[in-house]
């Protein structure tokens, strides 16, 4: 038996032009067989066949557009990079196999030996680094600074700086960059400005509408929402994607398929869930700050934040990320940590799951204890991402921490 296509019957490409976020969500990207489909399509092949010998040479030649090896060229990754494009507002994207992936095949596409960076302190550890031993290795130098201190920014810039890197709001303490400022301090000195959005995803902030060249997701985070896979990808103009994807090619740090797939349906109800996100996280902090164990709310949606008028201007929201310092040290923050009975104890943010860590023996472990304190990671410091749990059940079980304190 042979399945034909219904190639008889014509389904017009969806019009999105000036569509919102929430519907570009659900409809962009999609690429639709002649099967006619309604669900996006995965297709788990690392090859692709010819009519011909001809027209194999054609495709690999870059003489005719289409599919030749899942390395570089896939339809179901194609189609999750087309979304997260429309959806950030970018001309193109790259998914790479990991949002540390995503990072390096940018450095090492768009850098060389003699270049140097100015990173914001407050990444990602495994960020940190990646600029400050490997990046290093091949010659690329990198500088941090306080990512709110725009002096230092200034101060930092030299002759040879290409790129400005940060992540707004920073993990875990939530500062939140001037994306302006910082884009046009990147222009005047040729520099390529590239923001890490993980936390806020397109949802709640766009920053190449404020000024950034480059935009990198840990697809891993919001954009999946349940903690399945493990991706990345960067988004911006084809002028520079075009270097990533060589880079890509030839390197191999790719996304799978299924991955891909994943990933689609994340993004299909990325927009409800970063609102319930968002909810639950303000709503937690401000209880935090009413706790006599609790020394400080690291989040920029609380009136205390000092960047918070900044972050109502340039988001949508807050997010769904929290910090917070309890009395005592590394002792008092694994009690309580290890108090609560529904919140599970990994590092992995952006999970529907409520998740509890200890940046300074965790996601930041493998700083010098001077980064660390530069950086803010103190040994009290436990980070919070909210997941969509119901909000009074979330406070049952941190209040089984602020017990474990007392006691």
Same mark, same amino acid.
């Given at each position: 038996?042979?399945?034909?296509?219904?190639?008889?019957?014509?389904?017009?490409?969806s !019009?999105?032009?000036?569509?919102s976020?929430?519907?570009?969500a659900?409809?962009?990207?999609?690429?639709?067989?002649?099967?006619?489909?309604h669900?996006?399509?995965?297709?788990?092949?690392?090859?692709?066949?010819?009519?011909?010998?001809?027209?194999?040479?054609?495709?690999?030649?870059?003489?005719?557009?289409?599919?030749?090896?899942?390395?570089?060229?896939?339809?179901?990754?194609?189609?999750?990079?087309?979304?997260?494009?429309?959806?950030?507002?970018?001309?193109?994207?790259?998914?790479?196999?990991?949002?540390?992936?995503?990072?390096?095949?940018?450095?090492?596409?768009?850098?060389?030996?003699?270049?140097?960076?100015?990173?914001?302190?407050?990444? #990602?550890?495994?960020?940190?680094?990646?600029?400050?031993?490997?990046?290093?290795?091949?010659?690329?130098?990198?500088?941090?600074?306080?990512?709110?201190?725009?002096?230092?920014?200034?101060?930092?810039v030299?002759?040879?700086?290409?790129?400005?890197?940060?992540?707004? /709001?920073?993990?875990p303490?939530?500062?939140?960059?001037?994306?302006?400022a910082?884009s046009?301090?990147?222009?005047?000195?040729?520099a390529?400005?590239?923001?890490?959005?993980?936390?806020c995803? /397109?949802?709640?902030?766009?920053?190449?509408?404020?000024?950034?060249?480059?935009?990198?997701?840990?697809?891993?985070?919001?954009?999946?929402?349940?903690?399945?896979?493990?991706?990345?990808?960067?988004?911006?103009?084809?002028?520079?994607?075009?270097?990533?994807?060589?880079?890509?090619?030839?390197? $191999?740090?790719?996304?799978?398929?299924?991955?891909?797939?994943? #990933?689609?349906?994340?993004?299909?109800?990325? /927009?409800?869930?970063?609102?319930?996100?968002?909810?639950?996280?303000?709503?937690?902090?401000?209880?935090?700050? $009413?706790? /006599?164990?609790?020394?400080?709310?690291?989040?920029?949606?609380?009136a205390?934040?000092?960047?918070?008028?900044?972050?109502?201007?340039q988001?949508?929201?807050?997010g769904?990320v929290?910090?917070?310092?309890?009395?005592?040290?590394r002792?008092?923050?694994?009690? #309580?940590?290890?108090?609560?009975?529904?919140?599970s104890?990994?590092?992995?943010?952006? !999970?529907?799951?409520?998740?509890i860590?200890?940046?300074?023996?965790?996601?930041? $472990?493998?700083?010098?204890?001077?980064?660390?304190?530069?950086?803010?990671?103190?040994?009290?410091?436990?980070?919070?991402?909210?997941?969509?749990?119901?909000?009074?059940?979330l406070k049952?079980?941190?209040?089984?921490?602020?017990?474990?304190?007392?006691?």
């Amino acid at each position: 038996m042979t399945f034909s296509r219904e190639e008889h019957l014509w389904i017009p490409e969806s !019009d999105l032009e000036g569509m919102s976020v929430d519907t570009l969500a659900v409809r962009a990207g999609q690429i639709r067989t002649g099967q006619l489909e309604h669900s996006d399509a995965i297709f788990p092949t690392s090859s692709f066949v010819y009519g011909s010998a001809a027209q194999a040479a054609a495709r690999f030649g870059g003489e005719e557009p289409g599919n030749i090896y899942s390395r570089f060229t896939n339809p179901t990754v194609q189609a999750f990079e087309a979304r997260i494009a429309a959806m950030e507002g970018g001309e193109k994207a790259v998914a790479t196999a990991s949002g540390m992936a995503a990072i390096l095949s940018t450095c090492m596409a768009l850098l060389q030996s003699g270049d140097h960076v100015i990173c914001s302190r407050g990444v #990602f550890g495994t960020t940190n680094v990646l600029f400050q031993k490997y990046m290093a290795r091949f010659g690329v130098e990198t500088s941090f600074v306080s990512l709110t201190d725009l002096d230092a920014w200034r101060g930092a810039v030299r002759p040879e700086t290409r790129m400005l890197f940060i992540e707004t /709001p920073s993990n875990p303490l939530c500062e939140v960059a001037d994306m302006a400022a910082l884009s046009e301090l990147s222009r005047a000195n040729d520099a390529l400005f590239v923001v890490d959005n993980c936390f806020c995803t /397109p949802v709640l902030q766009r920053p190449l509408e404020q000024g950034a060249d480059l935009i990198i997701h840990s697809a891993t985070k919001y954009l999946d929402g349940q903690g399945r896979c493990v991706g990345g990808v960067v988004v911006g103009p084809a002028k520079y994607l075009d270097e990533i994807y060589g880079f890509l090619r030839s390197a $191999g740090p790719t996304m799978s398929p299924f991955n891909a797939w994943v #990933f689609q349906k994340g993004l299909e109800t990325l /927009p409800i869930r970063m609102r319930a996100h968002c909810d639950n996280a303000l709503e937690l902090a401000r209880w935090l700050e $009413g706790q /006599p164990q609790v020394t400080r709310v690291f989040y920029a949606g609380l009136a205390s934040h000092p960047q918070h008028e900044l972050a109502r201007k340039q988001q949508d929201g807050f997010g769904g990320v929290l910090s917070f310092q309890v009395k005592g040290e590394r002792e008092e923050a694994w009690r #309580f940590i290890d108090a609560t009975r529904m919140i599970s104890i990994t590092a992995n943010l952006g !999970d529907v799951k409520t998740t509890i860590t200890h940046p300074a023996t965790t996601t930041h $472990g493998r700083l010098s204890p001077e980064d660390k304190e530069k950086a803010g990671i103190t040994e009290n410091l436990i980070r919070l991402s909210v997941g969509i749990e119901a909000i009074d059940d979330l406070k049952t079980d941190l209040a089984r921490g602020f017990q474990a304190l007392k006691d």
